[in-house]
């Protein structure tokens, strides 16, 4: 997988928006960006993917910059369930395995 | 709720006995993986199946084996169990077996004592 980078945490009042970026300077031109969530010991959430467009579902938006190097999550309208590590991937290379590096400990506060 | 479903939830075994877990997929989804996520090693790709066949092989022990039957559940078979196959395993399932969307269980947590 291609290397990406994210914060290690971030904080959101909750009823904000929460802004989670990711860098992906290596990414090829056909790998998509995924973004999953895991809340504490329960099984990752797959949250969304998206290649070049801007995307959005009824989690959350997924905005992809021109030059496709780096993302970045939007969560509309944090709530305290959304507290969980945030990760970015660029899954590939033949497995289908999605695999996470660190991500972001997202904290929403009352 | 994924609509994926695991069990059972936890298990408490000693070193060298052997475990069965299950694993169904979410409806209509073909495919399904078994994950691995210790606290010093993240979260590791075991094997995929898909519609009874296997897939792809990730960093799964010979000590582990696992299969899909007919009805797309699958069973992750663990023996003669070693203190560090502690971890939690997860299940997860996609509708195509090239899909990254990929639907998690809520896991097995495995102590070995």
């Known amino acids: 997988d291609a290397k990406t980078t994210q914060p290690t945490s971030m904080d959101c009042a909750e009823g904000r928006a929460a802004n989670l970026p990711c860098n992906h300077s290596t990414i090829s031109g056909n790998e998509y960006v995924y973004w999953y969530r895991q809340i504490h010991s329960q099984g990752p959430q797959y949250i969304i993917h998206g290649l070049k467009n801007n995307e959005t579902n009824e989690m959350a938006s997924l905005i992809i910059t021109e030059d496709r190097k780096s993302s970045t999550l939007i969560l509309p309208h944090a709530t305290l369930r959304d507290t969980a590590v945030y990760y970015c991937t660029l899954p590939g290379g033949g497995y289908q395995k999605v695999t996470f590096g660190i991500g972001t400990k997202l904290q929403v506060i009352p | 709720d994924s609509g994926v479903t695991q069990t059972p939830k936890h298990l408490i075994t000693a070193t060298g006995q052997r475990v069965t877990l299950r694993c169904s997929p979410r409806?209509?989804?073909?495919?399904v993986y078994w994950y691995q996520q210790s606290l010093d090693q993240g979260l590791q790709f075991l094997i995929q199946?898909?519609?009874?066949?296997?897939?792809a092989k990730g960093n799964i022990l010979e000590r582990f084996s696992a299969q899909q039957f007919p009805d797309l559940h699958s069973e992750l078979n663990l023996s003669s169990l070693e203190l560090g196959d502690s971890a939690l395993y997860f299940c997860?399932?996609?509708?195509?077996?090239?899909?990254?969307?990929?639907?998690f269980g809520p896991g097995t947590r495995l102590t070995v004592t």
């Open positions: 409806s209509g989804d073909l495919s």
């Open positions: 199946y898909y519609n009874g066949e296997e897939r």
């Open positions: 997860a399932s996609s509708v195509a077996w090239t899909s990254y969307e990929q639907y």
